[in-house]
């Protein structure tokens, strides 16, 4: 096989995975006509229609498909083999992607990256910030990054944060309107601030947990948020009860602009775990991010 085969073979792949010539273009630095040209050279040259083109999008067809069945797990494989001789460098050198959410990247993967990153230039790391359970095999991630129970078994799973908690707010100007909630049942008589949820689209039932009691909570409210810093701001003006991470209102609470609740019903849980598949060989720049975050999460484990 020819070089100029290769890529086109792989320029037809990026379309087909984006559904679109515009972001395939983008993803590759290249211009619309000049891959359009690519493809229906690869097309010309095979003698077959690989993608069907309509006004809204791209789709592969039945021998686009086939095809593309066959590319994945072969370029794939060309590129772990290309990455894997970052190790024959003096210093670790690749691209890393990370699916992992803003919480996450704001408290465990920057603190690590800042520190981590000016010694190595030539690992280049891409943080897609998204709040989806995101399948990072077919996405082409390196690795996500969630909480621990989120995580399916087939991956491996790497602690890199301490546990967390929840916590129950309200500013002092709400309660003075409304007697703090005692139980998760009292809830219903509050204003709640509502998280609507990415990944399944429906409103957020809070979770609480007492002496090995699960209680799951449908809140009701006059906002809902698929932001968290946005519940805080709201559940600081006085607009009803809030429930975040402890951490993101750490400071609201030592200045007395939020008062804690149900403390007794938010004990503590599994941190952020980093996840791969167990089939897949990391490649030295991996492997070095992967030791970073470990070593990070046992210091702050020991404080």
């Not at 050198?93 to 990370?98: D, L, T």
């Not at 992967?290 to 046992?298: D, H, I, K, T």
Request: neutral net charge; aromatic residues 6%; contains cysteine.
């Amino acid at each position: 096989m020819q070089r100029a085969e290769l890529v086109d073979l792989n320029a037809f792949m990026i379309v087909a995975e984006e559904q679109s010539f515009t972001r395939a273009a983008a993803k590759l630095g290249t211009s619309q006509s000049s891959l359009s040209h690519t493809i229906r050279r690869l097309e010309t040259r095979l003698g077959l229609r690989l993608l069907m083109r309509t006004t809204r999008n791209v789709a592969p067809t039945a021998a686009g498909e086939r095809l593309l069945r066959t590319l994945r797990p072969a370029l794939d494989s060309i590129g772990a083999e290309i990455a894997s001789l970052s190790d024959l460098r003096d210093k670790p050198a690749g691209s890393i992607r990370i699916t992992t959410s803003e919480h996450a990247t704001r408290t465990v993967l920057w603190p690590v990256l800042e520190r981590l990153l000016p010694d190595y230039p030539d690992i280049h790391v891409e943080l897609n910030l998204d709040s989806h359970l995101t399948d990072i095999v077919t996405d082409r991630f390196d690795a996500g990054v969630r909480l621990g129970e989120a995580i399916a078994k087939d991956m491996v799973a790497v602690r890199i944060g301490p546990d967390l908690r929840m916590a129950v707010v309200g500013a002092p100007a709400y309660f003075e309107k409304h007697p703090a909630p005692r139980t998760p049942h009292d809830l219903a008589e509050h204003r709640c601030i509502n998280l609507r949820m990415l990944s399944a689209g429906g409103l957020y039932a809070w979770e609480l947990e007492k002496d090995g009691r699960d209680v799951r909570v449908r809140v009701e409210g006059q906002l809902a948020f698929n932001n968290t810093p946005m519940i805080v701001r709201a559940a600081t003006a006085g607009f009803g009860l809030g429930f975040v991470m402890e951490d993101q209102v750490e400071t609201q609470l030592k200045e007395g602009l939020l008062i804690r609740v149900l403390e007794d019903w938010c004990p503590s849980f599994p941190g952020y775990h980093l996840y791969y598949p167990s089939r897949r060989e990391p490649s030295a720049a991996f492997a070095l991010l992967v030791e970073a975050l470990r070593r990070s999460s046992r210091t702050i484990s020991s404080d």
